[in-house]
């Protein structure tokens, strides 16, 4: 038996209230154990690179672990680093492994691997692993099974697991997310590639779960590195958040701004793939026989009844493709991004002239039979069954100077999964994944354009990290077109914490069957469909048809200029749902399996103002269900200090244990949990989805016994304000007039 290795501690946990994770290597370097807090986390050591294993021992050390120290992005480091080869050149070093730990952050571990020589194709391929490198490999049984989860698929959903059962998938399975469901405090860890996400794979074997370059890769440069961060975090929302600071900060890049311009901080009107307008212009042939006779009259509709669209989204109907669409919106690839002629026959100027609005336009995978492949020389493409541009730098500079007069405002590229599947290079280069979304975001950066990426793998959301021009993602499948469509609580949990906002797609505002459009209909849940759009913190976008917006409901997610009252975070899947619990603390509720794959308990807030605390909204689509501290992220001793005030029935009580709750008329739950303070509770503008909005309430103070509040209105507006004294619970609301857009106070008990 061979003797055990010694292991020596790297980082040790200085602060027992903060999560931090220790690392021990062994003496080698080849192996290694991770602790959270002092408890046994995860252990480590299986190596793999080209199907040579630390484990079957082709692979070999080389020579005694280098310590280095030294600063990058995220401070202050020390660097173990240890390089592995090939039994079959056992003094040629093929991998340098290395682990930093920071002296300033000890939450976080960076893990990275480093190639010194050009590794050519893989030699017999083992098929049964995604990545041809491997480092860090997890050790299911050394340790702990930890709940998890990772996202998979297109609009990556979250996918429920243990680190026994975790399976990645095709371009999925990161960031993965390990954590303590039997802790109500939820410690936990997130990990996920560092850097060049679209070159990653994540593995696994019953023996291990890992991550390194991906199978699909046909040559590794000398030179090339690449880095894997283990992120720890109290709490699943705080923790992802923590996580994301941790990325962020590597890349250097803000969360998107909710207001960046009026697409972004205004409702739209959409024309995706489940709404009216998509191929099709109705059946009233008096308004027209194309898109360029109709849109402007429905945009006068819209000016009619008094509902201010910021911005409009163009869909894939409006450029001509290479094949037919089918009924899922797929078929056809970009020949030319321009007017179809049929469509718009004066052009994308023309219909923007009589719009006058910021656009959002569509995009797709581009056709090898595209104009840009065979009349612009000075640009080289991979084709297979589809094309993308040999230097997508230049090419994205170039496209993006040809939109002038269209109003574009952003790009929206969809179809990114049937991009990727169908051009070879994207899988088999390993620069070109990532090269691809670069240009494209820089391109758009540098015309003042944003970017909404539709149907992303996770590899590709992640990426978005790097480039502050992709402000949002799609985060549901199309409206009408997929289960819950509109749950995008799990999702936003990984978008947010990277900086980008999650869309829920457009939606029907009215409850009438819409005929003539490309989906009839009829929406039986029109108030989740707009709620989930304003807790999102992205673009609200109706989709009716002309003479069927439902305008009181639209105007439920606005003020009066169209400006979206929203949250300060956008709505997550709340703790709640990942506490695996039997306890008298939630007695209210039968006992539970951690998870949040299919929890539709979901979470936002608004701070309002340091003088009065964290307004929460929890929307729960089981109707009638209680209501407990935990669903909004309160503790057991906030009962008593907090009132819950039941947005459909106008209900106000003081939060207990567990709260009754009378579901919606569409059947779920959505409750506004407000702080007392003073004796007072404030409630806002409880006529709004989003009460408390950052955007409509400055400064709430209680002074002298009376509760005073700042308002802020547009033109001709009417905000109604309202608040209630814990002693009896009663709802007074008093309207503020605006004459011009402009502050107000409004006081209460004076």
């Known amino acids: ?94 991998m340098i492994a290395s682990y930093k730990t920071y002296s300033h952050d000890e ?47 297109v609009f990556p959903a979250l996918h429920d697991c243990t680190l026994s059962t975790y399976k990645e998938s095709f371009a999925g399975g990161a960031p993965l997310t390990f954590y303590d469901s039997r802790n109500a405090s939820l410690p936990m860890a997130v990990f996920s590639p560092l850097s060049m996400p679209l070159a990653h794979h994540m593995a696994s074997s019953s023996a291990f779960v890992g991550a390194g370059v991906k199978a699909t890769v046909k040559t590794i440069p000398a030179g090339w590195s690449q880095s894997f961060m283990l992120s720890a975090g109290t709490g699943i929302h705080a923790g992802m958040m923590m996580w994301g600071d941790r990325m962020l900060k590597v890349s250097g890049k803000p969360r998107a701004d909710m207001y960046k311009d009026d697409t972004h901080g205004k409702i739209g009107f959409w024309t995706d793939n489940g709404g009216y307008y998509h191929y099709a212009i109705g059946n009233n042939k008096s308004l027209g026989s194309n898109y360029e006779e109709v849109l402007p009259k429905v945009k006068a509709y819209h000016d009619s009844i008094g509902v201010p669209f910021g911005h409009w989204q163009f869909d894939s109907w409006f ?54 492949i ?52 994207l899988q088999e280069n390993i620069t070109m994944g990532d090269l691809w979304l670069k240009g494209m975001a820089d391109g758009a950066a540098s015309s003042g354009r944003t970017v909404q990426y539709c149907m992303p793998y996770p590899n590709q959301v992640l990426s978005a990290v790097s480039y502050a021009a992709v402000t949002n993602a799609r985060a549901t499948g199309d409206y009408f077109h997929a289960a819950h469509q509109w749950a995008i609580g799990a999702t936003s949990l990984f978008y947010w914490a990277i900086g980008i906002l999650p869309f829920k797609d457009g939606y029907y505002s009215s409850t009438h069957k819409q005929e003539g459009g490309q989906t009839v209909g009829p929406e039986l849940n029109p108030d989740r469909e707009a709620l989930m759009a304003t807790l999102s913190g992205a673009m609200v976008g109706p989709m009716d048809g002309i003479f069927l917006l439902n305008k009181t409901r639209v105007m439920t997610s606005c003020a009066a200029d169209g400006t979206v009252l929203k949250p300060d975070a956008p709505v997550h899947t709340s703790d709640w749902c990942f506490v695996a619990t039997d306890d008298a603390e939630e007695s209210a509720a039968p006992p539970r399996s951690a998870g949040g794959a299919e929890c539709y308990v979901y979470r936002a807030y608004s701070d309002v103002s340091e003088t009065w605390g964290r307004v929460q909204y929890v929307y729960n689509d089981a109707g009638g269900a209680p209501l407990t501290p935990r669903m909004a992220h309160l503790a057991p001793s906030d009962v008593g200090n907090y009132a819950v005030y039941n947005w459909y029935t106008g209900e106000l009580m003081m939060l207990a244990a567990s709260t009754p709750l009378t579901g919606g008329y569409e059947g779920h739950n959505y409750a506004v949990v407000s702080p007392v303070n003073g004796g007072w509770i404030f409630l806002g503008e409880v006529d ?52 011009a857009a402009g502050w107000e106070d409004v006081s209460f008990g004076a």
């Open 319 to 372: 450029y001509p493709k290479d094949g037919g669409v089918n009924p899922g919106g797929g078929g056809g690839a970009v020949t030319n991004w321009t007017a179809d002629p049929s469509i718009f026959p004066h052009g994308m100027a023309y219909i923007q002239s009589k719009l006058g609005l910021p656009t959002v336009m569509h995009n797709r995978q581009w056709s090898t039979k595209s104009d840009y």
């Open 107 to 153: 939450g976080v571990i960076v893990f990275t691997q480093r190639f010194p020589i050009e590794l050519g194709v893989q030699p017999s391929a083992d098929a049964a692993l995604a990545a041809r490198t491997v480092f860090p490999g997890f050790d299911r049984a050394a340790s702990r099974d930890l709940a998890c989860f990772a996202y998979h698929g």
């Open 688 to 739: 709004k989805y989003v009460t408390a909005s950052s955007k409509r309430f400055g400064a709430v103070q209680v002074s002298g016994g009376t509760l005073k509040v700042q308002v802020r209105g547009f033109a001709a507006e009417q905000v109604r304000v309202c608040a209630a004294k814990k002693s009896d619970l009663q709802v007074v609301c008093k309207a503020v007039d605006f004459a």
């Open 1 to 94: 038996m061979a003797a055990p290795r010694a292991f020596v501690l790297l980082a040790v946990a200085r602060c027992s209230t903060a999560k931090l994770l220790g690392l021990t290597l062994s003496s080698d370097a080849a192996s290694f154990h991770v602790t959270l807090d002092g408890s046994p986390w995860l252990s480590g050591g299986e190596v793999i690179v080209d199907n040579c294993s630390a484990s079957a021992k082709t692979l070999l050390l080389v020579g005694a672990p280098n310590v280095t120290s030294g600063v990058d992005a995220l401070g202050e480091f020390s660097e173990t680093a240890v390089s592995w080869a090939k039994s079959s050149a056992p003094t040629v070093p093929v």
């Open 374 to 425: 065979h009349n612009l020389s000075q640009f080289e493409w991979y084709t297979s069954k589809y094309a993308v541009p040999k230097d997508p730098i230049a090419f994205f500079d170039w496209f993006f100077k040809q939109q002038d007069g269209w109003g574009l405002s952003m790009y929206e590229q969809d179809w990114m999964c049937t991009e990727y599947e169908g051009v070879s290079a």
